[in-house]
């Protein structure tokens, strides 16, 4: 074999991010040196994005099954079945690492990675999703950061015509050093046609499709396994490039391809590029792999073999095709001028064989590079549980307009129109519902159908910061409770679990913790995970991120007749609130906006309530009892009938406390309820039903007029909170405030 | 009543042209492929889609107005045809000299997506009649280069000849004179950059696009 390489010394082991340990396991493996290429190769796949060494154990956990999962966690996304032959194929992704060095093209990545795993299964891309988390507004790079990804995502969505339909945006301190962007793809296939990655056969052709590689990304998978520094700006050149156009031309000629029977199997090639996409293709078909890296379309001279197999460069595929129907593959992929190459076969070796100018330069054996990567029980310690705090203890404010107004335009509530209004959500003109309304989920209907998919992302970070346990549930009650909003039978997640480093036995703590909570959740709703992915090492400076389990949910809307939004309020309505209400505010956006702490303990979540009180009001909303319907989640009841205000254009009145102090009665936090706007002759049917079934029900108010009135406690127009709330975010960001210089 | 929609690379809104095309004439378009050299026979109203034709890496619309089937399309608008372009499709025909003026960036160089009201200047034309003159309409916007510029001269001529056909009520992109939509002095080529065929089904939020389409088919 050619030795071209340098010797392998210990600081090159380090350099790629190596223990001392995992270096004896590839000699031990190998019974030999590795060269540079093979060391290379081992080291992002053994990297923590490519291996999950510090979470499988973890996420093995998890319910992952269920009646409606065609695929599970494993594959490049999770299937679900939605009747009638269709499919939905999703997955959330984080590109947090290169968003905040490079946040145009590291967002742009994002949405385009993301998507190739959707379509790589044989799904059209129908809706995009964004959960973002930025620093303090305050922050000298924020406004930076904000612009950067948001061009990004929208520059590439857009382009590629698939509508941004939701998503979160946060702004917390703890974000400061580092920005989390998470992308959540959903796509739609027939059930009968999903294809998978598993390479099969012997002397099957291998077939590379889409941009050429180049020097961009080498080692990004590498950089996301590392905890970043001062001196982070520097790592901008391992930050990949997005081409939007050649992702658009991917898209239509690999679902052009799948209508035929020529793919046997078919993998994106997205973090560690051609090595890890070719290692899982023969992993999981158990075969091996010879490729002739010269054939690989390249677009720059003399590139090694190293710097082709670790390119990240973007829109790219590998594909193994049925032997006979090259001539049809390559006739579909030069009609949308795509670059396409044979550059090897399936082999019965077992082994990664790679040839680079007519040398073999690496011949390894596969199982040690997927299936037996290192698996690590990391330490953890379980964080000292916050106390609850009691809201008589709590200060309550004398000033009740000037609270409502601060929470309604704090960073967290406040309108991000700003950001929603850059990205197209129209087209392919089968969004029903989506930011616009300011809804609890985005709607899109199957095209030609009268059925829909609901989609939402949440995460409450200060809840899972104050319990890990009990903030997991809820992230994953939230999407739930959102997708039950709009009359959507919830039916799986996808989870994007961001936390800092897990060597710290803290932070595997946090991890370990919102993972059993998010899985209890899973459990009681038998709502299983079925995608998803892990982002580790989310520290600056040994400071690390509020943990941040953020969740995707999609539901089915199985008659578009029967659906509802925040937007039907009708004036004369009555306001029933489901749900009790204790009045708590332990950690509370109350607490944070207005008394500056981020104490207590979050809010418990009842699973069984949540359940018993969900399933009421999606089956409220199919009998049309509900004319508009909103979960009451940050700040409480009193944003929530904001919130349905503004998408209503009606004013709300809402009646005193009942059974809770008068501040926690408005912006306390429990969960499991909903508010509804029900018409006169529907409100007593549906407060005894609800009381008939144990479910608390309370009359709270009027829909109506054109201010939002608190029982005395509050009155402001209307158009003031509306605007005030709007105008928060457009401001910061035409605003030359910055403090300081950083 | 035969349609065509026009399909380029990353042409993006193909196929909601051509269901809002179904929808009204109860017929599926033909999708012509841009390397095509001429149109299919029968064809009485073209579709110039948006999208983002060649990712807009050049100026928008400017390689795609040089495909092949363009210089066709083109030269069967100059005998009659009936020809409309949205968003990137009226880029598209701006770059091939089809409709005056250009299409540049958006005032505050963002791409802005929203329901926006127009008003429909003139119903005196092929792609108007169905609507009342004057009257507000929603369509839905959804670009980065939407920014109507064209000479004075020009701006004169097509202000003075009746050519604008609609304007935004509320400027999403610093358009001179507020204008969305133009048509040729012949009255056969419109280019908008909003969207009707994204306001054809009450679930799009509003059915406003159906009278543009209506005019247009009414008078082939």
């Not at chain 1, 994002?110 to 809706?127: H, L, Q, S, W």
């Not at chain 1, 059925?451 to 009990?470: F, G, I, L, S």
């Not at chain 1, 002759?681 to 407060?687: A, F, G, I």
Request: aromatic content about 6%; proline content about 5%.
């Amino acid at each position: 074999m050619a030795n071209n390489t340098p010797k392998i010394t210990p600081e090159i082991v380090a350099e790629h991010g190596l223990s001392e340990r995992e270096y004896e396991i590839i000699l031990d493996r190998l019974g030999r040196e590795p060269n540079i290429n093979e060391l290379g190769i081992f080291s992002v796949m053994w990297s923590e994005h490519c291996s999950y060494k510090s979470s499988r154990r973890h996420l093995a956990k998890f319910l992952t099954k269920g009646d409606r999962v065609i695929q599970g966690p494993g594959e490049n996304a999770g299937v679900i079945d939605i009747d009638d032959g269709d499919a939905i194929i999703f997955k959330m992704e984080s590109h947090n690492h290169p968003s905040y060095i490079e946040p145009y093209q590291g967002a742009a990545t994002g949405v385009g990675g993301i998507m190739r795993d959707v379509f790589t299964m044989g799904a059209r891309p129908i809706a995009l999703m964004n959960a973002l988390r930025f620093g303090e507004p305050t922050h000298w790079k924020t406004k930076q950061l904000v612009s950067g990804v948001v061009a990004g995502i929208g520059g590439y969505g857009n382009c590629v015509g698939v509508p941004t339909v939701g998503g979160e945006t946060n702004f917390h301190k703890g974000y400061n050093g580092n920005i989390l962007v998470n992308a959540m793809c959903v796509g739609l296939a027939r059930a009968d046609n999903v294809f998978y990655s598993a390479a099969k056969g012997v002397g099957n052709p291998i077939f590379y499709v889409g941009s050429k590689t180049g020097r961009d990304g080498i080692h990004g998978a590498t950089m996301a396994s590392a905890e970043f520094d001062d001196d982070s700006d520097e790592k901008r050149p391992t930050v990949q490039v997005g081409d939007p156009f050649t992702e658009k031309l991917l898209i239509e000629a690999c679902l052009e391809l799948m209508e035929t029977d020529a793919i046997i199997a078919i993998q994106d090639m997205g973090a560690a590029g051609l090595t890890s996409s070719s290692i899982e293709m023969a992993d999981k078909g158990g075969v091996g792999i010879e490729l002739n890296l010269d054939d690989v379309p390249q677009r720059e001279p003399n590139m090694t073999a190293y710097e082709m197999m670790l390119s990240e460069s973007q829109e790219r595929m590998l594909m193994v095709i049925q032997p006979g129907k090259e001539n049809l593959a390559f006739e579909i992929f030069e009609k949308w001028e795509l670059d396409v190459a044979q550059i090897g076969k399936t082999t019965d070796t077992g082994r990664l064989v790679l040839k680079h100018n007519r040398k073999k330069v690496c011949d390894i054996p596969i199982a040690p590079l997927a299936d037996d990567a290192p698996n690590y029980d990391r330490p953890h310690v379980k964080p000292e549980p916050r106390p609850a705090l009691d809201a008589k203890n709590i200060h309550e404010t004398q000033d009740y307009n000037d609270a409502l107004l601060r929470i309604m335009t704090s960073p967290n509530i406040a309108s991000k129109r700003w950001i929603w209004e850059q990205y197209d959500r129209h087209v392919m003109t089968d969004t029903v519902d989506s930011s616009q309304s300011g809804g609890d989920a985005a709607i899109i209907r199957i095209h030609g159908s009268n059925k829909a998919v609901a989609v939402t992302t949440d995460c409450t970070p200060r809840y899972v910061e104050a319990d890990p346990y009990e903030g997991g549930k809820q992230c994953v009650a939230e999407t739930w409770r959102n997708l039950t909003c709009v009359g959507a039978d919830p039916i799986a997640i996808t989870d994007c679990l961001n936390f800092g480093n897990p060597e710290r036995p803290e932070i595997m703590g946090q991890f370990v913790g919102a993972i059993e909570g998010m899985n209890e959740a899973c459990r009681a709703f038998d709502y299983p995970v079925v995608s998803g992915n892990v982002s580790l090492y989310n520290e600056t400076n040994g400071q690390a991120i509020p943990p941040t389990p953020a969740v995707g949910g999609v539901g089915l809307i199985p008659d578009l007749h029967k659906f509802a939004t925040l937007q039907g309020a009708q004036e004369g309505d009555t306001l029933v609130l489901i749900g009790e209400t204790t009045g708590w505010l332990g950690a509370s956006i109350y607490l944070s906006e207005i008394l500056s702490r981020e104490d207590g303990a979050p809010p418990p979540v009842d699973l069984s309530a949540e359940k018993l009180n969900g399933d009421y009001v999606r089956k409220l909303i199919r009998n049309r009892r509900a004319n508009a319907v909103h979960d009451l989640s940050d700040g409480g009841l009193a944003v929530a009938a904001c919130e349905m205000a503004f998408a209503s254009g009606k004013g709300m009145a809402l009646s005193g406390p009942q059974g809770a102090a008068r501040h926690g009665w408005f912006f306390g936090e429990d969960q499991a309820r909903y508010l509804l706007a029900v018409e006169k002759n529907s409100v007593n049917p549906v407060v005894a039903t609800a009381k008939a079934k144990g479910i608390p029900a309370q009359i709270v108010g009027k829909v109506g007029g054109d201010r939002i009135q608190g029982d005395g406690a509050f009155d402001v127009s209307l158009e003031k909170l509306r605007s005030a709330n709007e105008a928060w975010l457009p401001n910061l960001m035409s605003g030359d405030a910055q403090n300081g210089d950083g | 009543m035969q349609t065509a929609v026009i399909r380029f690379p990353a042409s993006n809104c193909d196929r909601d042209a051509a269901v809002a095309l179904e929808k009204i004439t109860g017929r599926k378009p033909l999708m012509v492929w841009h390397r095509e050299t001429e149109l299919p026979s029968g064809v009485q109203f073209v579709v110039m889609p948006g999208g983002f034709s060649y990712g807009d890496y050049l100026r928008c619309g400017a390689i795609a107005s040089r495909s092949p089937i363009v210089q066709d399309i083109k030269n069967r608008s100059e005998r009659g045809l009936a020809v409309a372009g949205f968003c990137n499709g009226f880029q598209i025909l701006t770059e091939a000299g089809m409709l005056p003026g250009v299409l540049m960036r958006n005032k505050d160089l963002k791409f802005v997506c929203r329901p926006e009201r127009l008003k429909v200047e003139s119903n005196k034309s092929r792609f108007t009649s169905k609507f009342e003159a004057k009257s507000e309409v929603m369509f839905p916007v959804a670009h980065h280069d939407g920014n109507y510029f064209a000479d004075k001269d020009t701006l004169n001529r097509i202000e003075k000849s009746g050519q604008v056909l609609f304007r935004y009520a509320d400027n999403p992109n610093g358009s001179l004179n507020d204008i969305a939509g133009i048509v040729n002095q012949e009255g056969n080529v419109f280019g908008m950059m909003p969207h009707p065929e994204r306001a054809v089904d009450v679930m799009h939020g509003g059915t406003d696009g159906l009278n543009f389409f209506k005019s247009i088919l009414e008078t082939i």
